[in-house]
């Protein structure tokens, strides 16, 4: 199957090793097409029977991808909004768990918001020294809600809650501390080690990964499919309200919320 580029992703596959490579600069931030490209490039690795491991990198120098792109949130009704977050959780929910072999994020610089979705949708997490993670949503007046479903899971509740509810950022050491990464490499070794990984895991049998995997995702991911739905409508609610809409105009203007008393 041949490689193909959009305006901001690239896909190419080499000995078997798919690259989905975001390159949105300067943040990498998701617009409503960004995701559809990179829901297209999973799906593409699906389809393609060269490749045996998928690999989710950024050419955008110090970021992984820093969320939402704000044109998406600010004045739009609800409908707008509703699909996008379709295409982000649900729609990548749904190429990632039809994948059929292993995906590996491999996270350098910042990982924020939309971003985190995008690489804890992978199987496995790698970060660079460099990386930063965060969840910065509360911070702007809207909430983190796919992140409510599978954060408790992975690093407990009572410290998902304070990150979730925090927005503070924390470095790859922590995150790998919490268990959110697998490994942390210095900048210049994470694509080899990446790689290297890919390999172990594309030596593998075919069949062994393909219903391995799908077996594994049943096993956890019973009530996920679920949960996405509620997010979409709770992420929906609140950024379309009026203390949502203030949090983003000043965030972008620059300037503390002027918050309106909760009703």
Known sequence: MPDFQTDHVRYRCEAGIAHITLDRAPVNALSLAFIQDIVAAFRRAAADQSAKVVILESAVPGRFSAGLDLDILLGKPASEVRKFLTSLYIDLFNAQH????????????????????????????????????????????????????????????????????????????????????????PDDQLSGEALTLASRLAAKSPTALRLGRAAFMRQNDLDYRRAIAVAVEDFCNIATSPNGQEGLRAFVEKRAANWLPDQ
């Open 98 to 185: 039809d994948l059929g072999k292993p995906s590996i994020a491999a996270v350098s610089g910042t990982t924020r918001g939309g971003g985190m979705t995008l690489s804890i949708s992978c199987d496995i997490i790698l970060a660079a020294d460099s990386a930063t993670f965060g969840y910065p949503e509360i911070d702007v007046g809207v909430l983190p809600a796919i992140h409510f479903a599978h954060l408790p899971k992975i690093i407990g509740r009572h410290r998902a809650f304070e990150l979730l509810f925090t927005g503070r950022s924390f470095s790859a050491s922590e995150a790998k501390e919490f268990g959110l990464v697998s490994h942390v490499y």
